[in-house]
């Protein structure tokens, strides 16, 4: 990547392309061109101008900052040829102008990108007459002809000014005006009249108006500057936000460079040091490189850096794989770190700006001795560093800031968080002593700590404070699963366990909100929530190192060997309980037995709970429902019980007879024989599958429809505690049925979640499903479940091409399809003492479903239960299987064809088996 100097970065820039003012002495003849001929001649020279700059732009590598200045460069000249022909054809005399014409906004600062609009001002002495307003009509027209985006405005001198003072995005444009062409005298008229008004509104209403906007924007563009898909100009830590930080620099002392404001004798008294103008330096062409790329690779005005973009450019950019990491992360990585430097920057510049523009603040002494004696003051009612205190002696000092601050219920003044950015690096000193880690650990475990965690990380602390931190800083996951980089999702997730204990999640977690009140490992669990994902981004099973790292970090922090491994088993075991819950049978008695064989206490069980809870929803917004809520407190309940010795799991005929007679106490209120016939009906696989209310439910489904003879009978009911529909199907059982009913579903807009496919005794299919929509919600309209049976009808009853209509159903986004998903699958015959398992990894896509379970009856296999998850693109669906005859498949020339077959359906050819 080109870094350009910083002298070459901010200063004008001289046209070097070659196709410069040349091209457009045509529209100097005598007479001028008619108007065709003109448009013709202007499209030319704007297609050499467009091609010739991403031509050298690709060629020479250009650093983004300079090929912007390059951009605008050329396209004043292009601008001004226009005005001076407009001029010549409307008839104004030769060397008068009614006007002057200046470039505002990003093109006023001399700065272009490919597809921006540009912004122009035509600005007079006086209101424009009738030639004068044929003259801006005529321009406009042919730039518009040209395709050229304008954003235009035509005011006189005291118009500008009223208008300025009404409307501060007005006023932030015309801060940027630059020259073009026209009428200088009346330019420089307007430039001295405006600089008169700016000082007498003084800063404090545009600062404060460009903070509101900032905010807006924030929340419309995403509030934090990690964002796996980040917006380049709008988002935090963007390009909007380094121009924000310029203006309320130019309005306050009228800079046009960030290096003005270096050195004693410069504005302000020396508000940036040379390195952190060179930051700012690095960060504007940084992102200008990358918004250049976004512009050439889409055509378009494309601000957003999705998916599908982020290896492209990182490509073109020349990020390629290095060690562990692939191109598209390293690319990632160091556009999130620009961000976090961006928003430093902000935190640095504004409240030097407003404290050397409008005074400083009055300090208040300590309000007692132990604020004092902890080297801390307050201005303006917020706390900051007492001025004679030296961070750089006692860099403790920066821990105690922290926990006064939540102690105390105070905001840190911006002069405070100015302070911490520019004394991080002396955090280093911190690691390993006594004091140091106990302040920390008070931070991390106490109120409202993910707060404080986001602004030591912010200022740069955590990172010099935990080394091991540092690697984690901005770095990304490539998928469609996690929203956050992986340090951000940290903190997320301190904040779910900050929200646990102050009982916000009740409703939501209920029993990880009880359980947080019975925790003996509370530091632990905090500690383990902060290094869960310490090792992402290091090769290799995260969770396995993660836990040798927590073993050679937790000492440092002050933890006892008691807790560094209690934390390092939850760092290795943190994803058992979750990929237990949703990827095996937890009816299933080998699979509570397997569980509560690793875990053997019910505190780790309970710290392993609310861990899980706590790192799903910190995942993003969409990725926690109540479906899988309800099977983490199933899961939890069953194994606690066997860890409380409170069930021994009987023998499988003891179980199954407690299952009849629990159901015949449920139909109770029917004739006995009716009783007695419906537990006839069912194999002791159906009877340990499900609770009472539900037998009670089959019981009347398959009385009416055998009072009926209807061939098929569809019934859906709503569980609203546990977010999903149950649809149970009762016909004549047959091979490739639930893969039929599968493809119904799809097309039907419902996504399993679960399944149990049971055959009667009397060789009708009783299989029931738990769907979810597209939202993770319940389907509850009335039409969406009727369309739903019908869906079903149809499909069995050869009334409708499944795969046809499954074409038709809305795929994923076209910029999600660059995130790949290796195809897997895995066949364990451990994991259930009476099935064989198979666990499938592929693409998510509309009636995955369906195909692999049609290659699964297409090799003789009946499917007992299915369990299905995706996280984001990544679909995984495991069935609990059996052979024909009832047993597990052992054979390995079966397994091997069985795997084929799956692999081949999830649209890809089968690898040579492992």
């Not at 008695?589 to 053997?600: G, H, M, R, S, Y």
Request: aromatic content about 6%.
């Amino acid at each position: 990547m080109n870094t350009a100097a910083l002298g070459e970065a901010e200063a004008p820039f001289a046209p070097q392309i070659g196709f410069g003012g040349a091209g457009l002495e045509g529209l100097a003849a005598s007479p001028p061109p008619a108007r065709d001929e003109a448009l013709a001649l202007l499209r030319r020279h704007l297609s050499r101008i467009q091609g010739g700059m991403q031509e050298r732009f690709e060629r020479e590598s250009l650093a983004g900052l300079v090929a912007a200045r390059a951009l605008a460069a050329e396209m004043d000249g292009l601008i001004a040829g226009i005005l001076r022909y407009s001029l010549v054809a409307t008839g104004v005399p030769a060397g008068s102008s009614p006007f002057a014409l200046a470039a505002t906004g990003g093109y006023g600062r001399g700065t272009l990108a490919p597809y921006s609009d540009i912004d122009l001002l035509f600005v007079s002495d006086a209101p424009l007459e009738a030639q004068g307003r044929r003259a801006v009509e005529f321009m406009l027209y042919l730039l518009w002809d040209l395709g050229v985006k304008v954003g235009h405005a035509t005011r006189s001198v005291a118009e500008c000014l009223v208008d300025a003072r009404a409307d501060t995005t007005v006023q932030t444009a015309l801060l940027d005006a630059r020259f073009l062409e026209g009428d200088q005298a009346v330019y420089e008229r307007f430039h001295e009249a405006y600089a008169a008004a700016r000082a007498e509104w003084g800063l404090a209403q545009f600062l404060h108006a460009k903070q509101i906007e900032r905010g807006l924007r924030h929340a419309r563009y995403g509030d934090s500057p990690y964002l796996v898909e980040p917006h380049i100009k709008e988002g935090r830590g963007g390009l909007r936000d380094l121009q924000t930080m310029y203006w309320i620099a130019r309005y306050a002392f009228d800079v046009e460079k960030m290096w003005q404001l270096v050195g004693p004798d410069s504005p302000g008294g020396g508000l940036l040091t040379a390195q952190e103008a060179r930051a700012f330096r690095r960060a504007w062409s940084f992102l200008w490189t990358v918004r250049f790329h976004l512009h050439y690779v889409t055509g378009r005005a494309e601000e957003r850096l999705t998916f599908d973009l982020q290896p492209v450019v990182g490509a073109r950019m020349g990020y390629t794989r290095h060690g562990k990491q692939d191109g598209v992360e390293r690319f990632m990585k160091h556009l999130f770190l620009t961000a976090r430097e961006v928003v430093r920057l902000k935190r640095l510049l504004e409240p030097a700006v407003e404290r050397a523009a409008l005074g400083m603040p009055a300090l208040q002494p300590a309000p007692d001795s132990a604020m004092k004696r902890d080297g801390l003051t307050l201005a303006d009612g917020k706390i900051l560093f007492a001025p004679s205190h030296d961070i750089a002696a006692d860099p403790a000092v920066m821990l105690r800031l922290v926990r006064t601050a939540r102690d105390r219920g105070l905001e840190i003044h911006p002069l405070g968080l100015r302070a911490l950015i520019r004394n991080a690096r002396y955090a280093a000193r911190l690691r390993g002593q006594e004091a140091a880690s106990t302040l920390f650990l008070d931070i991390l475990t106490g109120k409202n700590s993910a707060h404080w965690l986001r602004a030591l990380n912010e200022a740069g602390v955590l990172s010099r404070l935990v080394p091991e931190w540092a690697r984690i800083v901005g770095l990304m996951q490539f998928d469609t699963y996690h929203v956050f980089t992986v340090e951000e999702h940290t903190i997320e997730a301190v904040g779910v366990m900050n929200a646990l204990e102050r009982g916000e999640l009740d409703t939501i977690a209920p029993v990880a909100s009880e359980l947080v009140g019975q925790l003996q490992s509370r530091r632990a669990l905090y500690a383990a929530i902060l290094l869960h994902d310490i090792a992402k981004g290091r090769g290799g099973d995260h969770s396995e190192l993660g836990a040798g790292i927590a073993q050679e970090l937790c000492p440092r922090l002050g933890l006892s060997p008691e807790e560094t491994e209690t934390v390092s088993w939850l760092v290795l075991n943190h994803l058992l309980v979750s990929q237990t819950a949703f990827k095996r049978d937890i009816d299933d008695p080998k699979t509570i037995l397997d569980l509560a064989e690793v875990v053997q206490s019910p505190e780790r069980l309970r710290l392993l709970l609310v861990l899980t809870v706590c790192d799903m929803r910190a995942v993003g917004p969409k990725v926690w429902n109540g479906w899988k809520a309800t099977l983490l407190r199933e899961l939890y309940w069953r194994v606690a019980e066997v860890l409380a010795g409170g069930l021994s799991v009987p023998e499988r005929d003891v179980r199954v007879a407690r299952a009849k007679e629990a159901a015949a106490a449920a139909l109770s209120f029917r004739p006995a024989a009716e009783v007695e016939r419906f537990l006839s009906l069912g194999y002791p696989g159906y009877w340990l599958s499900f609770d009472p209310e539900t037998h009670a439910r089959h019981a009347a489904l398959i009385r009416d429809s055998e009072s009926t003879g209807a061939p098929l009978t569809v019934r859906t009911e709503v569980l609203e505690d546990r977010a999903v529909t149950e649809v149970t199907v009762h016909t004549a059982d047959h091979p490739g049925l639930f893969s039929q009913i599968a493809g119904a579903l799809a097309v039907g807009g419902a996504s399993i979640v679960d399944a149990r496919i049971h055959t009667m005794t009397n060789g009708m299919a009783l299989d029931t499903f738990w769907v979810q929509d597209a939202g993770g919600g319940a389907l509850d309209a009335p039409h969406r479940l009727a369309r739903l049976s019908v869906m079903i009808e149809q499909a069995l009853s050869g009334r409708m091409r499944i795969n046809d209509e499954i074409k038709k159903v809305k795929r994923e986004p076209a910029r999600l399809r660059a995130v790949t998903v290796p195809p897997r699958v895995v066949i364990d015959n451990h994991a259930s003492n009476t099935h064989t398992v198979v666990e499938v990894n592929g693409r998510d896509r509309p009636g995955l479903l369906h195909d692999v379970t049609a290659a699964l009856s297409a090799q003789g296999v009946q499917i007992a239960s299915a369990h299905v998850t995706t996280y984001g693109v990544r679909a995984v669906d495991v069935f609990y299987v059996k052979d024909l005859f009832g047993l597990k498949i052992e054979n390995e020339r079966k397994l091997e064809g069985l795997r084929r077959a799956v692999l081949a359906a999830l649209g890809t050819e089968a690898a040579p088996a492992a």
